[in-house]
């Protein structure tokens, strides 16, 4: 298909007294001082973009600028003959190649997300991106220098108000459900942190504690999509996630972000997938040397397995989760690991049990996992469901329905589709007990309840 000429952009040029190798060179120029070295066009591509074709991103927003200076007022994209290109409906699911194409990758999530555009919330879980997303993790060399040159100096003030952020969200979704914050934490990424990596002027150090401190975050707001189980949406942000980690060249947090992403597989049914995911986040915890990370890992693999219905596998992948978790020295591990102790490891290992159908090891890891930190109220949630899950399976039918009451009473106050979902599956489970006078108490007790 012939491409009409681009002739707004050839008049601007002619206005502004710009020679096509004048005007290249400006590109170039401007694109290092705000954060895209390397871009090497000349007079033959400025030939090509008034003949009609459209330059990739940020070449259109770096001309607006050059030709708003040169001309003094405003100049837009639509002026140069350039429209903003259509979103891509793969958004977010590619770990690109760059760190310049990371950021803009992410930072058009971002804004896409606060958008609340279609294709995003209506995405599915796609499992070749998230393939693709580990492998690239495991195989790309480091970062060269994530570092950019642009307007504003970014400090330690900067990233410190990141990590706080996430370290106040992260405990109000715990404690509400993601459905009472998530936008919150997606409007900071994209008003707050967008113009740090786009326009912050940062070196090689700070470059990489942005990286790392955005990538938390990013991570953050993928976790709560998973629990409101928007799960394509989910995905690209734990991808993105992931790509941010590498500029950080953090292999834990890059484990970490692996480990979610096998939560999220197992959690959709995704196991051979799962295991994969697992596997990967191993390599990079034993890169790493974090002992809990490790543990984390491995009891995920065992899920995995015990989705497939493996119970020897999923035994030998638990054994090596235990053993990681004994040589632990949590002091020494990152503080968002913080959240794996004791009580989570058997609440895992209760899914793993449960999903078995060995109701009594259940019962036994799902009462350990109540001894948690009282603060994660959805993950006690999980917990109680499991422990009545475990009960209904050893036959003890009045317990269950009195710690089934528990969870409900508790996942009627979050905002939490997860939750909701555990509370369907205890529903599922009591159905054929129905008639029996503790279910029937139970239906009665929890008909008020919202979502119940």
């Known amino acids: 298909m012939k491409r009409e000429p681009n002739r707004l952009l050839r008049q601007l040029i002619v206005e502004a007294g710009f020679s096509h190798k004048g005007l290249a060179r400006r590109l170039n120029d401007l694109g290092a001082a705000r954060g895209t070295p390397g871009l090497k066009y000349d007079h033959s591509s400025v030939l090509r973009w008034i003949g009609g074709?459209?330059?990739r991103d940020p070449v259109p927003g770096l001309l607006t600028e050059i030709f708003a200076?040169?001309?003094g007022r405003p100049v837009t994209a639509d002026d140069l003959g350039m429209p903003a290109a259509a979103t891509p409906l793969d958004l977010g699911q590619e770990f690109t190649h760059t760190w310049q194409e990371g950021v803009a990758t992410v930072t058009a999530l971002w804004r896409a997300d606060v958008e609340r555009r279609r294709f995003l919330l209506d995405s599915t879980f796609a499992i070749g991106a998230g393939s693709v997303g580990a492998v690239r993790w495991l195989t790309s060399p480091p970062e060269g220098r994530p570092s950019a040159a642009g307007a504003r100096r970014v400090g330690r003030a900067d990233i410190a108000a990141i990590h706080e952020v996430t370290r106040s969200f992260g405990e109000l979704d715990n404690r509400f459900g993601s459905g009472r914050v998530r936008s919150s934490v997606v409007r900071?990424?994209?008003t707050a942190v967008t113009p740090l990596l786009k326009d912050g002027s940062y070196g090689d150090k700070t470059g990489r504690e942005l990286a790392a401190a955005a990538a938390e975050l990013t991570r953050l707001a993928g976790w709560m999509a998973y629990d409101l189980e928007q799960h394509g949406l989910a995905q690209r942000y734990l991808i993105q996630a992931l790509r941010l980690a590498r500029g950080s060249d953090d292999h834990a947090l890059g484990g970490e972000i692996l480990a979610g992403m096998a939560h999220q597989a197992i959690y959709m049914g995704q196991h051979a997938h799962a295991l994969d995911l697992a596997r990967a986040a191993q390599l990079?915890?034993?890169r790493a040397g974090?002992?809990?990370?490790?543990?984390?890992?491995?009891?995920?693999?065992a899920h995995a397995h015990a989705g497939l219905g493996d119970a020897?596998?999923?035994g030998g992948a638990l054994h090596e989760a235990e053993r990681a978790f004994d040589v632990r020295k949590p002091a020494g591990e990152p503080p968002w690991l913080g959240y794996f102790d004791e009580a989570y490891l058997s609440a895992k290992i209760a899914h793993c049990f449960r999903d078995l159908g060995e109701g009594e090891r259940t019962v036994?890891?799902?009462?350990?996992s109540l001894d948690m930190d009282g603060r994660f109220v959805r993950g006690r949630m999980f917990n109680l469901s499991l422990l009545a899950a475990g009960l209904l399976q050893c036959g003890e039918l009045e317990e269950a329905c009195s710690v089934a009451l528990g969870a409900m009473t508790l996942g009627s106050e979050l905002q939490s589709a997860r939750s909701r979902t555990y509370m369907a599956d205890l529903r599922r489970r009591l159905e054929p007990y129905k008639n029996e006078a503790p279910v029937r108490v139970l239906r009665e007790r929890t008909r008020e309840l919202a979502g119940v």
């Open 69 to 71: 200076q040169r001309l």
């Open 290 to 301: 974090v002992a809990t990370l490790l543990a984390s890992s491995h009891v995920l693999e």
């Open 284 to 286: 990079s915890a034993r």
């Open 53 to 55: 074709q459209r330059p």
């Open 312 to 314: 020897r596998a999923c």
């Open 364 to 368: 036994r890891q799902a009462r350990r």
């Open 188 to 190: 900071y990424l994209d």
